[in-house]
């Protein structure tokens, strides 16, 4: 304190700079976030600052040195020039010369600020040893405002020529007087103490070793994925390029920002050495600059991969599908300010039914500025979209269920060419679905409302819900409301500490992030109460696994990074004298002398896509696999001849033994299993050990009429009617699902599984599946011209009141007979009794 109060009476205008700095920096550290557009205040406040010192600098030069300029302190003319260093970054967001920095050189930044102001004043630094530490982060910012100073050359003419009309160009010069003077600084310093050349230099190389080991690590990789691509060639390959290169490429560092460049880093192009094609905005990430992308694309060419290929191995690699969903409008001005969960848990019937109503806020300055709201929601194994609501003109509006092709063009017409409101809930593999909202315009906020029904995880002795969680827009400041509530009676409820009782069987809970808690509770015994309708009653029954006997002829493992090589000697060993095969381009059987190798090999792949189709007889098969988050989805497999072949094997259903090590965390397994495809069990070693050796498997005990819920324990089947009908449609709803996606397995792949009895299937049970979509038009006239009638015989938009029988057609009908009757006999006897008066 005593040393600020000296610099303050010694040197006022160094004093004052250092406030103004810190101001300034502070200002710009607080509005980070803002939108480009609502920008341009927080510039003129960071020039403003930067304008009033260089006028306070300009008066004490001239009164102290008149005209001899070039004798005033350094240290003044190094805060005016990072006072206007501050400001260009502060113009750069609504000048987009570069887009934001990414998080180390944001740090790299700010360190270099701060040496540059120490060091231009070392009677603050009184310590030797300091000041070697000092001159180190001298050296490393030496390096960065060379970078910046070469980066914006190809403005420096026209800055010149705007110099002298705006005056606001001059921070186009900033890094490069900024250069001058930590040079001059350098020198200065030297002379007093030669030593100091040795952090300097250490400070210089470092940012220069790092370039150069990251451009090599960048050619590396760039050089093996052309040989990948090559070899996939050579070999005739059934699987696209691209993903036999994702499958044996290390996701690193590098290999993200190679993927990217051009979609979310900027490059360089050869043919404008510094200033390329802005980042494409086909993938949905906030555009940003790395200098060591923008270097390594100016002295590399770029992998053999196209645009759409690279997306795809993101997609695979780097679990980036939301940001890979196709876009009619832009949305990077929106932002999610508002959830609000309401959770209803059915314990005697293992469900439970969440609404989430998600509030949209447009940040964009200008009125016509018009954008697309996407969302992806991950839903929980076996979980079902049931309602969707879109609020219209301050009224909240229902959905209606239809087609996805039908849904797709309402969708697509409308936003595409008319600009008005709809919205559409899609179904997407790997349990998760898009909701895709328009126009969200800064005029005001969008309101929307999904409801997800979804069965509870049985754990033991507990019943375990688990949150539902998306991606979508920023959500850095959203409030996140949780109301939970139940049906009937429940023991043993375990809430996360920021749920409060506000009444009775009421909980509520405020966060300022996503839900990621889980709760639970005590699984009473199963209801054996039915929902009834158009018809049919839907029960629920235990899941108690039986089992059937079976040996395998053949063993086939899928091997990839996830295995352990105690795992597979084990499994290899369980295995005894039966045939064991592996997949490497084809289906190879394991022999004493080609074990290690091939384990070797492929366990170093990142992922797996073992071809079922390969396995000649499923009855007398055993699959062992275990996988990991990463791999395609099916559908990105699109035309190739590994899909055409599995869509053949398909045609007839099939019920292939498989056996999963862990937790079955594979997209592509998931859906397969989903499907149906599987007949599927999972444990650990020990678990299939005895499996094998008691010469056992599974029994899949679904059928027509029964589905499975294996995560709940529970079956749902459809029965006659019975007479207790007082359970939650929702047993209709996770009935049709499954059902559903049972019955579109043989073609899945070849598109023609839909089918009028499976919509009918859907649009009676009101949900959300590969054959239906739900959606929201603007008014009646949209949904005629579309051919989208309102549902009939449907449950319809589910509800935090369904709950017990919907009355049937003929129910009604019976119902308003008696009525007639009730009334009749009740009028006659009035008549009768006025008579007798």
Request: proline letters at 4%; a positive charge; one cysteine or more.
């Amino acid at each position: 304190m005593n040393q600020l109060n000296k610099l303050r009476l010694q040197d006022p205008l160094y004093f004052s700079g250092l406030i103004m700095v810190a101001i300034s920096a502070i200002i710009f550290g607080l509005t980070i976030n803002i939108e480009l557009e609502n920008s341009t205040g927080i510039f003129l406040v960071n020039y403003a600052l930067s304008a009033v010192y260089q006028i306070c600098l300009l008066v004490h030069l001239f009164s102290n040195y008149k005209w001899h300029w070039v004798e005033g302190k350094l240290h003044h003319t190094v805060l005016l020039l990072i006072l206007l260093f501050i400001s260009a970054f502060s113009l750069n967001r609504e000048m987009n010369v570069f887009d934001s920095s990414v998080t180390w050189c944001s740090i790299w930044i700010v360190l270099s600020i701060a040496a540059l102001i120490l060091a231009s004043n070392l009677k603050l630094i009184l310590s030797q040893k300091i000041r070697y530490i000092l001159f180190f982060f001298v050296g490393l910012a030496l390096i960065l405002f060379i970078y910046y100073s070469v980066y914006l050359f190809p403005l420096y003419f026209i800055s010149l020529i705007g110099l002298v009309a705006l005056g606001i160009s001059i921070h186009t010069y900033v890094p490069l007087f900024l250069t001058i003077i930590t040079i001059t600084l350098i020198i200065k310093a030297v002379r007093i103490d030669r030593k100091l050349w040795y952090p300097i230099a250490a400070g210089c190389l470092l940012p220069l070793m790092a370039v150069t080991l990251f451009s090599l690590k960048w050619q590396q990789t760039n050089e093996k994925i052309n040989s990948l691509i090559n070899r996939n060639t050579l070999n005739d390959s059934k699987l696209p390029a691209w993903v036999e290169v994702s499958q044996q490429l290390e996701p690193t560092f590098v290999t993200e920002r190679l993927l990217k460049a051009g979609l979310v880093y900027h490059e360089v192009d050869i043919d404008n050495i510094f200033w390329g094609r802005m980042p494409n905005i086909s993938f949905d990430e906030k555009k940003q600059h790395d200098p060591l992308v923008v270097i390594s694309t100016l002295l590399f060419k770029k992998p053999n991969l196209d645009e759409k290929e690279r997306i795809n191995i993101l997609k695979s690699l780097y679990r980036a599908r939301h940001q890979a969903q196709e876009r009619l409008w832009a949305g990077d001005h929106l932002e999610t300010i508002s959830m609000i969960n309401n959770i209803k848990l059915f314990p005697a019937y293992r469900m439970a039914y969440t609404e989430k109503t998600v509030i949209i806020k447009n940040n964009a300055k200008f009125s016509w500025s018009s954008q697309e709201a996407i969302y992806t929601f991950h839903l929980t194994e076996g979980s079902v979209v049931s309602s969707l609501s879109l609020w219209i003109a301050g009224k909240e509006e229902k959905s209606r269920l239809t087609t996805k092709a039908k849904a797709d063009s309402a969708y697509n017409t409308i936003v595409g060419i008319e600009v008005r409101d709809p919205s559409v809930v899609h179904w997407q593999e790997g349990n998760t679905i898009t909701v895709r909202i328009f126009p969200c315009t800064p005029k005001e906020n969008r309101k929307f409302k999904i409801g997800i029904t979804s069965p509870l995880h049985k754990k033991g002795k507990r019943l375990v819900y688990q949150p539902i969680f998306f991606d979508g827009p920023i959500a850095n400041n959203i409030l996140e409301t949780t109301q939970l509530t139940y049906s009937g009676s429940i023991t043993g409820l375990q809430l996360p500490k920021t749920f409060k009782e506000t009444g009775p069987n009421v909980y509520l809970a405020e966060e300022k992030q996503q839900l990621n808690a889980t709760i639970s509770c005590l699984a009473p015994p199963l209801s054996t109460a039915a929902f009834s309708f158009a018809g049919n009653s839907y029960q629920l029954t235990n899941y108690n696994k039986k089992y059937n006997s079976f040996n395998a002829d053949r063993i086939y493992l899928d091997i990839n990074r996830s295995w352990s090589k105690t795992e597979f000697d084990s499994v290899c060993k369980i295995a005894k004298e039966k045939p064991v095969y592996v997949f490497d381009h084809a289906l190879i059987k394991l022999t004493p002398q080609n074990r290690e190798e091939l384990f070797s090999k492929l366990s170093g792949y990142t992922f797996s896509l073992f071809p079922v189709q390969e396995i000649s007889a499923p009855e007398k098969s055993l699959l062992v696999s275990k996988g990991n988050v990463q791999t395609p989805n099916l559908n990105d497999l699109g035309d190739s001849n590994f899909a055409k072949e599995l869509v053949n094997y398909l045609k007839i259903p099939k019920q292939i033994h498989f056996f999963n090590l862990g937790l079955l965390e594979s997209p592509y397994l998931k859906a397969l299993k989903e499907l149906r495809v599987f007949n599927y069990t999972t444990g650990g070693i020990a678990d299939m050990e005895k499996l094998m050796a008691n010469h056992l498997f599974l029994q899949n005990q679904e059928n027509d009429k029964t589905v499975v819920i294996e995560d709940a324990a529970l079956m749902i089947k459809k029965v006659n009617n019975v007479q207790t009908q007082n359970a939650p449609d929702h047993l209709l709803r996770l009935f049709a699902y499954n059902d559903i996606m049972k019955k579109v397995s043989p073609d899945f792949f070849s598109k023609n599984y839909i089918q009028p009895d499976l919509v009918a299937e859907a649009e009676q049970a009101f949900i959300v599946s590969p054959v239906s979509s739900l959606i929201v038009l603007e008014t009646q006239k949209d949904y005629d011209r579309f051919d989208i009638e309102e549902n009939k015989n449907s449950l319809k938009n589910a509800s935090m009141k369904s709950s017990g029988a919907v009355p049937e057609p003929h129910e009604w009908a019976l119902f308003a007979l008696c009525m007639g009757i009730v009334s009749y006999m009740l009028f006659k006897r009035k008549d009768i009794k006025t008579i007798i008066c």
